[in-house]
């Protein structure tokens, strides 16, 4: 038996990190073309190869810190051990929308004759037309060809952040805006659902624990920053809707997870999709940050009334002010990206600014970032630079990367 069973839980974003959930990059994004590619929200094609190398670094760094890194594969696997998950499993991914009413038994019959391996690598990797034998001759498989998608690949599912993101002793999982991703959530539902590890967390989920899609109540794990254990900052941004913050915020209240939410206005755009693209916590009292935000961002400070009415809304300008207050401290160090407005602009776009803190003041961080990293270095921070040429071509940092389940409490 294991002598100091773990408590699954996140209450900063810098707590000494113990067990983190990863994805190593494969067959999806083996998928992408010119055709698909900004559908799938890449900027451009991957290496694959190169991608995986570049994750078997990061994935070495944290185990060198010490972390438990676990990946979704591996956890999907175990779970289809079960035959009653195995079906689960296929029937989500191999839908009458997605394969049509003649193809969809044959497709789902391909999937579950596979081994659990395969099968796990199918559920995220996808299926096309020329994968299930005789489907190219069907109305569907003859129209679509044989290079499209039975069952839809999800080549973000590398941003294991997204779909999953832990407040306190639970978990967001996220109804996601862009249809590429959105059955990303599933997935994740089954590991959490179904393995040993995760038992009685559906009573934690504080939201997306259903199946609803939740439009326009879309919410992302790369805007949810757990900035204390008792306020979390969520960012408004292209992905996450305002009626999702406010849902979310009531129930957190509710449970009794969080006194505040920090609401943060953003930009609606590609380059600033979530909140950790221009802001992530890089020790108990600093964080680095694309500067424009300052100017950019309106902030909400949300509270519940103290009388069980309506939830206290104050608009607040000084995001300094808000970010010391989340972290509990009575100034935050704020290290902005770049040397000046044009390499600032160039390495948030790099995810200069998307660094995942393993404990306070050592953040791990792409190599490519170079004047973001000197300023941090330069202000005492520790960083631990992984290569990160063909990763970031989703537009993701290793903050975005990894999903932490377990940190140490700061305090
Ligand atoms: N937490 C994050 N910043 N995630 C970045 C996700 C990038 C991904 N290609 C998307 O568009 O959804």
Same mark, same amino acid.
């Given at each position: 038996m294991d002598p100091s069973p773990r408590t699954p839980g996140v209450d900063? =974003? @810098?707590?000494?990190?113990r067990e983190v959930i990863v994805h190593r990059p494969d067959l999806e994004l083996r998928r992408l073309t010119p055709a698909n590619k900004d559908e799938l929200l890449f900027d451009e094609l991957v290496w694959v190869a190169k991608a995986q190398e570049e994750h078997d670094a990061f994935v070495e760094v944290l185990t060198g810190e010490g972390v438990r890194v676990r990946s979704l594969h591996r956890l999907l696997v175990e779970v289809l051990a079960d035959g009653a998950v195995r079906d689960e499993a296929v029937a989500l991914r191999a839908t009458v929308d997605a394969c049509g009413v003649e193809l969809v038994e044959r497709v789902r019959r391909h999937l579950a004759e596979l081994e659990r391996d395969e099968l796990a690598t199918r559920l995220v990797g996808g299926v096309t037309?020329? =994968? @299930?034998?005789?489907?190219?001759?069907?109305f569907v498989g003859g129209v679509l060809g044989?290079?499209?998608?039975l069952v839809p690949p999800?080549?973000?599912?590398?941003?294991?952040r997204d779909p999953s993101a832990w407040v306190g002793g639970g978990v967001v999982l996220s109804p996601m805006q862009r249809p590429a991703r959105q059955d990303e959530r599933a997935l994740w539902q089954l590991v959490y659902h179904h393995h040993p590890d995760f038992a009685g967390l559906a009573a934690a989920t504080?939201?997306?624990?259903?199946?609803?899609?939740g439009f326009p109540a879309t919410l992302e794990g790369?805007?949810?920053?757990?900035?204390s254990d008792r306020l979390v900052a969520i960012g408004l941004s292209e992905r996450t809707h305002p009626v999702a913050v406010e849902n979310l915020a009531a129930r957190l209240f509710a449970a009794d997870v969080v006194d505040e939410v920090l609401a943060v206005d953003l930009p609606k755009s590609r380059g600033t999709m979530h909140l950790d693209t221009v802001l992530t916590v890089v020790d108990t009292d600093a964080v680095v940050l694309w500067p424009r935000v300052r100017e950019l961002a309106t902030l909400y400070r949300i509270r519940p009334a103290p009388d069980g009415g309506p939830m206290r809304v104050h608009r607040e300008s000084d995001l300094d002010a808000a970010l010391a207050r989340g972290l509990g401290v009575d100034a935050v160090r704020v290290i902005t990206t770049g040397e000046d407005e044009v390499a600032a602009d160039r390495e948030q776009w790099d995810d200069g600014n998307n660094t995942l803190a393993v404990r306070p003041g050592t953040v791990v961080a792409y190599e490519r970032n170079v004047d973001t990293n000197r300023r941090l270095t330069d202000a005492g921070i520790e960083v631990l630079e992984i290569p990160g040429s063909e990763l970031p071509r989703g537009r993701g940092g290793p903050r975005c990367m990894s999903c932490p389940v377990v940190r140490d409490p700061v305090r």
């Open positions: 900063s =974003e @810098v707590g000494r990190l037309v020329d =994968e @299930v034998p005789g489907a190219r001759e069907g044989g290079t499209a998608f999800l080549p973000n599912a590398v941003f294991t504080w939201y997306g624990g259903d199946d609803r899609p790369g805007d949810v920053l757990v900035l």
